[in-house]
């Protein structure tokens, strides 16, 4: 099993549809992150939390929220999706000592 | 603003040759620096870092080289192998503090022909 595993892998949804995108860890991590990968536009931060307690927005937060439910979950929801949110979305951890991130396999997800 | 800049999209080699990957930061507050690479379908890994009291890093056929002064980085990749074919991220961070938040670039596709 993955250490840092997404969920839904693939989503398609209508504009101003909920969505939530859930992330779990056994890596036994405090720092979460969740990453938006566009093309040619490489990775941005949308939001990143260094532990339960602890909520911080990236690069690009707007259009979106964040759960910590534990340690080892994090969520991202985008409460009223739309077209220009269709990217790749990732979840990571990381381990405070060495800064290394460890990323999830992944969520697509495309508004229509 | 861009703080990591990778202003290669792509580089092409041919198998056993060497490949250099390229990496420009502006943010003189990074003294952290970290290489990923990205198959399809899959999330990013990483591959080697740097910290900036170093000059230069080697893990096997992989090696950074950190120039501070041109706030310059690169990562070099002898003998390439068509394996190596990914998109590399360049990463770095202020570890001030152990923030560890990475600004990545935007991402080199590197093909290794055979």
């Known amino acids: 099993d993955a250490d840092v595993t997404q969920t839904p892998r693939n989503r398609i949804t209508k504009t101003g549809k909920r969505i939530m995108l859930e992330c779990s860890q056994t890596?036994?991590?405090?720092?979460m992150y969740w990453y938006r990968q566009d093309p040619g536009l490489g990775l941005q931060l949308i939001y990143y939390?260094?532990?339960?307690?602890?909520?911080n927005k990236g690069e690009i937060s707007d259009g979106y929220s964040v759960s910590r439910q534990a340690q080892a979950k994090f969520s991202l929801s985008l409460e009223s999706a739309i077209p220009n949110q269709t990217a790749l979305y990732f979840c990571?951890?990381?381990?405070?000592?060495?800064?290394?991130?460890?990323f999830g396999e992944g969520s697509r997800l495309t508004v229509l | 603003d861009q703080q990591v800049k990778q202003n290669s999209p792509s580089l092409s080699v041919q198998e056993g040759r060497i490949s250099i990957l390229n990496c420009d930061y502006t943010?003189?507050?990074?003294?952290?620096f970290l290489w990923y690479k990205k198959y399809p379908a899959e999330g990013p890994t990483f591959l080697i870092s740097?910290?900036?009291?170093?000059d230069k890093n080697e893990d096997g056929r992989f090696t950074v080289f950190l120039n501070k002064s041109a706030k310059h980085l690169s990562l070099h990749i002898v003998p390439s192998q068509p394996g190596d074919s990914a998109v590399y991220f360049c990463?770095?961070?202020?570890?001030?503090?152990?923030?560890?938040?990475?600004?990545f670039g935007k991402g080199t596709l590197l093909t290794v022909n055979p």
């Open positions: 939390s260094f532990d339960v307690k602890d909520i």
């Open positions: 990571a951890t990381s381990d405070s000592d060495t800064g290394e991130l460890f």
């Open positions: 943010n003189s507050m990074f003294d952290y």
């Open positions: 890596k036994g991590h405090d720092r």
């Open positions: 740097i910290s900036s009291i170093k």
């Open positions: 990463a770095a961070t202020d570890s001030g503090g152990s923030n560890y938040k990475l600004t």
